[in-house]
């Protein structure tokens, strides 16, 4: 089947450093995205890894494990903004269908 | 600008009614989905249609209908016989390509409630 986990709340303080988990079993793999969602509003596109490593873009970071099935969604320097539910998505499948996680909330604190 | 548009944003129907939310998009995008979001839940697939007049279920199809008859539209029918039609419903579109690192375009969203 398929499966992708990640917790389901997390906290911290602004001006911090926060890392979102995601663990995946799929049938096949195209690439794993990170979305951000404000409640009640529509994801935005974070970051998409294909391949094992880093990706840095500015404040937001991710890596992918393809033989661990894993990923992880790196946020620093926190502002009050980020707090917001984040999405792991994988591409799977030969049509584009991307398969989504539950989310992780993130609520930031002063 | 491209984007998507999808309307109402807010949508309240009678139960046993029939219900059609819109989705159109001018990214001349070939591909489009449907997700349904519940709290605590991720986003569920629909239904996807990849060319016009050409479209699958997704994993929870039951109880909706979809056409696409036009390449920018992709309007999503939520009929009586779906047990549980209140949620928060999401359109998406992306370019065709199987492997993308373009991943979707979304919508805003409407959240439907059945009352």
Known sequence: GQ???????????EGAIV?????????????????????????TFLSYNVLDGLEEKGRFSSF??????????????????DSASYLCAV???????????????????P | DGGITQSPKYLFRKEGQNVTLSCEQNLNHDAMYWY???PGQGLRLIY???IVNDFQKGDIAEGYSVSREKKESFPL???SAQKNPTAFYLCASSIRAAFSNYGYTFGSGTRLTVV
């Not at chain 1, 663990?23 to 096949?28: H, K």
């Not at chain 1, 992918?64 to 903004?81: V, W």
Request: some cysteine; overall charge positive; proline content about 2%.
């Open chain 1, 3 to 13: 499966n992708i986990d990640q917790p389901t709340e997390m906290t911290a303080t």
């Open chain 1, 19 to 43: 890392q979102i988990n995601c663990t995946y079993q799929t049938s096949g793999f195209n690439g794993l995205f990170w979305y951000q969602q404000h409640a009640g509003e529509a994801p």
């Open chain 1, 64 to 81: 992918l494990s393809r033989s661990k099935g894993y990923s992880y969604l790196l946020l620093k320097e926190l502002q009050m903004k």
């Open chain 1, 91 to 109: 591409l799977s499948g030969g049509y584009n269908k991307l398969i989504f996680g539950a989310g992780t909330r993130l609520a930031v604190h």
């Open chain 2, 36 to 38: 349904r979001q519940d």
């Open chain 2, 48 to 50: 996807y249609s990849q």
């Open chain 2, 77 to 79: 029918t939520v009929t």
